[in-house]
């Protein structure tokens, strides 16, 4: 098997990014770069002679790294990613991270070496070093659907305090009490969360920090948390799902256990994706204008990669409760 570029970074004891840095003839320590050096030596391992060569040069080509391509609302954000970059003259190269951070860095080294103009980094993304290194280096950034206060670069994304906001309030006006909410670990849930307490709080009710819980990007996790949700002496009567994958599995657990949508349990997911109106009961959501978000996205990274535009911006736009079949009136024995 060929060397890579992880593997130059590991025997070196330095980060990916030195790596890409010392291929790319830029500046760098001395030591690091002649660890570097010998080890890419030692393991034989060539660059892309064509990557070097087109360095600095435009390609007309934007990285695009997203988390989860499992996920339906993500891959609806790629295509129309795709479509708007090639309505502006702009090829799209699209890798998939799983949330790895190492990933991040890989990814990202890698397309640097292909020389592309410019990346958006869909999601949660982990390793924020490797953002400030690009911002460094003057790489155009541009982030969608999160944002980083601490950073000077620009974002797309929605409202997520409010979006929570709705879902709570909506619960609530049906006579829920109890609502838990299942999470991803990423700064868009936590704003969710932060918005659903808000409501609660707003109305005089409880929180019940014990049913607010995480799972991880996978199904089989998400369904086992909210089994135990579901399980629990004293269950919820609604569960607040941070995205509509999660609030899919939510469904799938709840038909385990021969719970009825909406009448034992309401549920609400978060994107609109296309899978929540073929759910059975179509899914209550939030909706992300996913098109203007995805175009204007694009635009800010290609004002950026032709020097247009130095000035980095923060858009946030409004989500839309959708309201269809999975949320229904609480029943009153299961009422605090």
């Given amino acids: 098997m060929k060397p890579t570029i992880y593997d130059v970074a590991k025997g070196a004891g330095v ?3 030195t790596v890409s840095k010392v291929i790319n003839n830029l500046h760098v320590g001395k030591k690091s770069k002649e660890k570097v050096l ?33 996920n339906p609302f993500v891959a609806e954000m790629a295509r129309r990613v ?5 309505e502006r003259g702009f090829n799209l190269v699209i890798c998939s991270t799983d949330f790895d951070s190492e ?26 070093e490797v953002i400030k290194e690009l911002l460094e280096e003057h790489v155009p950034v541009v ?8 950073l000077s670069v620009s974002s797309v994304k929605v409202d997520d305090f409010i979006g929570g906001y709705e879902v709570a309030s909506h619960l609530i006006s049906l006579g829920h009490e109890k609502i838990a909410v299942i999470a991803e670990d990423a700064n868009s849930s936590q704003e969710r969360i932060r918005g659903y307490k808000q409501a609660l709080q707003d109305k005089g009710l409880a929180i019940y920090e014990d049913m607010i819980v995480t799972s991880d990007s996978s199904s089989e996790d998400a369904e086992r948390v909210a089994g135990e949700l579901l399980d629990a002496s004293d269950p919820p ?19 385990e256990r021969k719970l009825s949508i909406p009448d034992d349990l309401s549920v609400v997911g978060f994107d609109n ?20 978000m995805c175009s204007q996205v694009v635009d800010f990274l290609i004002e950026e990669i032709e020097g247009k535009s130095t000035t ?13 079949k999975s949320t229904g009136v609480c029943r009153l024995k299961n009422k605090i």
């Avoid at 795709?82 to 090639?86: G, K, S, V």
């Avoid at 990933?103 to 924020?128: H, M, P």
């Fill in 312 to 324: 980095k911006q923060r858009l946030v736009m409004l989500p839309q409760l959708i309201i269809r």
């Fill in 38 to 70: 010998k080890v890419m030596k030692e393991l034989n391992y060539k660059p892309s002679v064509l990557a070097s060569a087109l360095a600095g040069k435009p390609t007309s080509t934007i990285g695009f790294l997203l988390p989860d391509l499992a």
């Fill in 237 to 255: 009567t609604a569960i607040f799902a941070a995205n509509d994958k999660l609030a899919i599995c939510v469904l799938h657990a709840a038909r």
């Fill in 103 to 128: 990933k991040e860095a890989l990814y990202v080294s890698l397309l640097r070496q292909k020389s592309v103009d410019g990346f958006i980094l869909a999601g949660s993304f982990k390793n924020v």
């Fill in 143 to 150: 982030l969608l659907t999160e944002s980083y206060p601490s």
């Fill in 15 to 17: 980060s990916i990014a």
């Fill in 82 to 86: 795709e479509d708007r970059a090639h």
């Fill in 273 to 292: 994706s296309v899978l929540s109106k073929s759910t059975d009961p179509s899914l209550t959501t939030v909706g992300q204008p996913i098109q203007d």
